[in-house]
């Protein structure tokens, strides 16, 4: 008795493997794709909250109390950069929209104000930040404005940046360098003082 095949077998298993390469590229892309639209329509839901918020703080004389946990908004119009902040710097919480870092001052406070957002969504503008770029934080307390005063590169362990030296300071992190792909070894530091116009 002759046995017959009727595929061969390596050809069988190139199809099967591109088949499964094929489905983990359409689930990479689909999941790209949520991300996105999540963000999306996280910014857009938040952003008509503060501008509501906005509103009742004119009508009344007093910023009402919000618990949940949106802080505001940055820009660096130069940049083009406009995002939401909210409270905390958790995986969710980065992924739609800039982080407030907890047990740093709030925008409007002595101390330095700590901002994170990761360098390949909302912060990625920042790779061309300069000195002297204005950048504005708005609240439901007022709009606070910030001049940058230095660009560095530091170590994820270096928690030094984030000290207020006594004055109204404003700090953005995010990770560097930014084109990296995977996991970065550093962090790019943004630091601004509050000025009056």
């Known amino acids: 008795m002759r046995l017959v095949l009727t595929q061969d077998p390596v050809r069988l298993m190139v199809r ?3 088949r499964l390469l094929f489905a ?3 689930s990479a892309l689909g999941y790209c794709a949520f991300v996105l639209v999540d963000s999306r329509i996280f910014q857009h839901r938040e952003r008509r909250e503060l501008e509501s918020q906005f509103r ?3 009508l009344s004389a007093s910023p009402t109390s919000n618990t949940s946990g949106l802080i505001g908004s940055i820009e660096i119009p130069r940049l083009g950069l406009s995002t939401i902040v909210m409270e905390g710097t958790t995986d969710a919480t980065l992924r739609r929209a800039a982080g407030h870092i907890a047990g740093t001052a709030l925008p409007g406070h ?3 104000v700590g901002i994170a957002g990761h360098r390949d969504t909302f912060f990625l503008p ?3 930040i300069r000195r ?3 950048i504005t934080v708005a609240t439901l307390r007022g709009q606070y404005r910030y001049r940058v005063v230095s660009i560095k590169v530091v170590d994820p362990e270096d928690v030094a940046v984030l000290d207020s030296g006594g004055g109204e300071v404003l700090t953005l992190v995010t990770c ?3 084109y990296f792909v995977g996991s970065a070894q550093e962090r790019f530091i943004v630091r601004a003082e509050r000025f009056m116009e």
């Open 126 to 128: 920042l790779r061309n």
């Open 176 to 178: 560097y360098p930014f």
């Open 132 to 134: 002297e770029d204005v």
């Open 56 to 58: 009742l703080t004119t």
């Open 16 to 18: 099967w493997t591109r």
């Open 24 to 26: 983990v590229a359409a």
């Open 110 to 112: 002595r101390g330095n």
